[in-house]
């Protein structure tokens, strides 16, 4: 039978494919990041399978089964919120981050607790030793005698032993250092990467296994490897560290199987990653003394609310082109919401240095913190103190209408139980019903909020 060999010449920034090697790829944009990836032998006359491990038939879509895919909780309710509300069963999880995030500390304390309650876990390590793992596990204080370990990169291997034991949770650690014998390139190139994460998958879909494949980041931390590595697993979680050294945020990228920007909260210490259950109070670690230019939001993440406190900071300019520098929120957006404020709030800024940053290394996504960045503004602008107690949440358009934000009545809810007594949000997010404790102002445009702003 005949073996057909291909090579394909491939971007591991975007995974876009040329028929040659180029200096640039287009479709990103990024130099020298075409690389030659040979595809493996093909047999000819055999079909091979998919991701999901096997054939499927062509069926009706009223016959699909719509039964809820069973789900295995590790016992961490941080990181099962940020699987959608535990690990299903045959999933895939890629975890990436920096080195030193606690990747491999998260995973273990996981499979340790999910160990302990009678379910299988192999831990498949590629880098370090057994001892060293060993050693961590001794350190965090987790029983050991229940998680299977083994120290192996080949992908083959690896699969001969989980027809063995039969698992149901494997951790792979990590996908960079492993290697199929189909596939003649070095372990961690694109194409070794790629083959190796599909021939797990297929294995996990087949046998109903759960994988988790720890994942290295490159300089501008993102998933080191192919971008096809995103496209072949269920789930992509990304661990990383805020302002604060101690505390780490798991967010999820991509998910299947639950909320996509979904956000666990953990805070690193000699004990290992130990859960945050109130993160507002996290990033609301504020001076006793209110300060301009210090404004408190409510965020959106994933499904809970977040309470979190944005800084601006208004200065003369002392050269000739006035900087705009925004961290943590789109540096664009914060031009947009300043010419904005000029035409519909009479405030010019055209001549001062604006540096605006949301404390604790959060990055703002949505829209619902514009008129607290615009508050902020103008409080350090006219050194204007906004109390402990009060906080702003709205959307601003270009006409310079407040615009209402979804979910506004759990943020009201929750800003409520951490003490807060004022809040100006949209006229239409007010709620019918007077929340206890929370005085509520409702503003249509620009020029209302900025009114109430000089009455506190």
């Known amino acids: 039978m005949s073996k057909k060999i291909k090579t394909a010449f491939v971007c591991d920034q975007c995974g876009a494919d040329y ?74 999880v890629l975890i990436g981050g920096a080195p030193g995030a606690g990747k ?15 379910v299988s876990v192999l831990y498949v390590s590629g880098e370090e030793s057994l001892q060293q793992i060993a050693e961590r596990a001794h350190r965090l204080k987790l029983p050991a005698d229940k998680i299977m370990m083994l120290a192996e990169t080949s992908v083959q291997r690896i699969c001969d032993v989980l027809d063995e034991v039969k698992p149901q949770i494997l951790v792979i650690d990590s996908i960079q250092v492993m290697h199929t014998q189909d596939t003649e390139s070095a372990p961690g190139s694109v194409s070794q990467v790629r083959e190796s994460a599909s021939y797990l998958t297929q294995y996990a879909k087949k046998h109903d296994v759960s994988i988790f494949m720890v994942g290295h980041v490159t300089k501008d931390q993102s998933l080191a490897g192919p971008m096809t590595l995103s496209h072949i ?10 302002d604060d050294a101690r505390f780490r945020v798991l967010r999820a990228d991509k998910n299947r199987f639950g909320s996509v920007g979904e956000l666990g909260f953990f805070a690193m210490d000699s ?94 996504t949505e829209t ?46 929750d800003a409520a139980k951490h003490g807060f007594k004022k809040a100006v949000i949209p006229k239409a997010n007010a709620p019918k019903k007077p929340i206890e404790g929370l005085e509520i102002h409702g503003v249509s445009t620009l020029s209302e909020a900025l009114d109430i702003l000089s009455e506190i």
């Open 271 to 364: 004990t290992g990653l130990k859960e945050v259950k109130n993160p507002s109070a996290m990033f609301l670690n504020r001076p006793d003394k209110p300060s301009s230019g210090s404004v408190v939001t409510v965020l959106w993440e994933g499904t809970r609310p977040l309470l979190v406190e944005i800084q601006a900071l208004v200065t003369e300019c002392q050269y000739g082109n006035p900087r705009r520098l925004a961290v943590g929120f789109d540096q664009n957006r914060l031009a947009m919401l300043l010419a904005v404020l000029s035409r519909h709030g009479g405030i010019f800024t055209a001549n001062d240095e604006i540096y605006a940053n949301v404390v604790g290394g959060i990055k703002v």
């Open 104 to 118: 491999s500390t998260l995973l273990l304390q996981a499979i340790a607790n999910i160990a302990a309650r009678g």
């Open 368 to 413: 619902s913190s514009d008129l607290a960045i615009v508050v902020g503004v103008v409080s350090s602008l006219r050194d204007k103190v906004i109390p402990h107690d009060v906080f702003f949440f709205g959307e601003i358009g270009l006409s310079g209408e407040i615009r209402p934000v979804a979910n506004g009545h759990a943020r009201l809810n």
């Open 233 to 242: 697993v269920d789930t992509q979680v990304m661990l990383g560290s805020t």
């Open 19 to 92: 028929p040659r090697w180029g200096g640039q790829c287009t479709s990103c944009g990024e130099w020298n990041t075409i690389k030659e990836v040979r595809l493996g032998g093909a047999e000819r006359n055999k079909s091979s399978a998919g991701y999901a491990g096997s054939r499927s038939e062509v069926k009706l879509l009223s016959d699909v089964n719509l039964s809820q895919a069973e789900r295995i909780f590790s016992g961490i309710s941080e990181f099962d919120r940020v699987l959608g509300g535990g690990i299903v069963c045959g999933s895939v």
